[in-house]
């Protein structure tokens, strides 16, 4: 006899069960009361959902439309299901008290209005939703690999213009399919780490794994390593570095010594003007240092004057101006203080700050957490993704590139993965505790 299809549905779980990890478990039931006419929008919304991430790469233009895409079909799939369809990682509690922060500073703002666009990079954070609802291992492995394939391509573009197309100065950097260098280079940070992450894991189990893949991933991070080096960005130099002695000293601690030695000898066969594009770091009488310092103590006197609620989002540049006290610096200068820390207090007050940095607090401790799991995978990407966290705040320290569109894109997806592994393992076994 045929048995039933079968299809998945959500139950409640309490708070205090072993599975109180995922807001709600799949269990299976016959088919019938969920979805009609046999479309199921539910396998769409992942693929979308990945494409997202992998287009972020190229075009913020083309990003955003697979994002509104993937909601229209995450809604079709919840009406078909009659059922809201989704589920809430555990450190979404965490983005939704940073919210109320961020409210608050806009509704006590001078000019609430001006602030209210702030609240876009929220929509974006809906994407952690649908990542943790819809990812499983095999969709997160096939879309790691076409962000490595996304950004080779954007490295290669970056190599031919820092040889070929541009006339390269600190003003006029390469950017690959960005508008902006600092945007590149903390792609080709994030990615190169992850890439690395990747490869670790594989040649750990190469067996399974061609070797003809195994030689494009490695060709594909030299490539991506030298376009960040072509960048001139200290700050993704400095959180390439940190994420890498992260993630090789959780592997094997060796490995750090000789990254270390690689690294070294790396820099002095650079040419010169990479040496005193670090050196300068060090003069106080260089422009870019005068201005980063002048930043900070403008920073500084913005969030001694309000320091509960900020400034108010988007509000930082005129206030900047108004408190600035190096006219030497240009103007444009002071579009934002090239420091999360400062900006986010600047803009939502001290208590805001403290309530973003717990969020990462809070995934970082849940990541190595994940690291004790007897899933391999699992432990990789946690591993993977606590590397990139780190270099992701490091630069964060020389850049506010919590502000940029296309860097958050692939930060949601790499903190957000491991919890969606995660949820998979535990439902597989409530499945299986179910049938038992």
């Not at 959500?10 to 006419?37: C, H, I, M, W, Y």
């Not at 919304?45 to 079909?73: D, K, N, R, W």
């Not at 002695?245 to 003007?273: D, H, K, N, Q, T």
């Not at 990789?380 to 270099?391: D, E, M, N, Q």
Request: charged share 15%.
């Amino acid at each position: 006899m045929q048995r039933p299809r079968v299809q998945e549905t959500d139950l409640a779980v309490p708070s205090n069960s072993p599975e109180g990890a995922s807001k709600r478990l799949s269990l299976l039931r016959p088919e019938g009361g969920g979805q009609t006419g046999g479309f199921n929008a539910g396998i769409w919304v992942g693929p979308i959902a990945m494409a997202v991430v992998v287009t972020s790469l190229l075009s913020i233009f083309v990003s955003g439309f697979f994002f509104g895409l993937s909601v229209l079909c995450w809604l079709t799939d919840s009406i078909l299901k009659r059922r809201l369809v989704l589920r809430f990682p555990p450190f979404f509690v965490g983005w939704l008290i940073f919210l109320g922060f961020v409210l608050l500073s806009i509704g006590t703002s001078p000019d609430p209005g001006l602030s209210l666009p702030y609240l876009k990079k929220f929509l974006k954070l809906f994407s952690i939703l649908l990542i943790y609802t819809y990812f499983d291992w095999a969709l997160v492995e096939r879309g790691l690999r076409a962000i490595f394939c996304a950004i080779g391509f954007s490295a290669c573009l970056g190599v031919v213009q820092f040889f070929w197309l541009k006339d390269v100065d600190l003003m006029h950097r390469i950017d690959g399919f960005m508008s902006h260098w600092m945007t590149f280079s903390g792609q080709l940070m994030l990615c190169s780490l992850a890439l690395i992450g990747y490869l670790l894991y594989v040649w750990g189990d190469r067996r399974n794994y061609s070797t003809v893949l195994i030689v494009s991933l490695q060709a594909t991070l030299l490539l991506m390593v030298s376009a960040m080096v072509l960048t001139y960005t200290r700050g993704a130099w400095i959180g390439f570095c940190g994420g890498l002695g992260i993630l090789l000293a959780m592997v094997r601690f060796r490995l750090v010594i000789i990254a270390g030695i690689l690294i070294c000898a790396g820099f002095f066969l650079l040419p010169e003007s990479f040496h005193q594009r670090i050196y300068s770091s060090f003069d106080p009488l260089d422009t870019t240092t005068r201005g980063r310092i002048e930043l900070v103590k403008t920073g500084v006197r913005l969030i001694e004057q309000n320091p509960l609620t900020g400034v108010g989002p988007r509000l930082v540049y005129k206030a900047a101006l108004e408190n600035r006290t190096e006219h030497a610096i240009p103007s444009t200068a002071y579009q934002h203080l090239h420091n999360n820390l400062l900006q986010i207090a600047a803009e939502v007050g001290i208590p805001g700050l403290i309530s973003w940095l717990l969020v990462w607090g809070w995934i970082i401790f849940d990541l190595l957490r994940f690291r004790r799991s007897d899933s391999r995978q699992l432990r990789w990407f946690a591993t993977l993704s606590i590397s990139v966290i780190t270099a992701f705040q490091l630069m964060g320290l020389f850049e506010y590139n919590f502000g940029d569109s296309e860097i958050l894109i692939l930060l949601i997806f790499f903190m957000t993965a491991p919890y969606s592994v995660q949820r998979e393992r535990l439902d597989q076994a409530a499945s299986r505790d179910r049938l038992a």
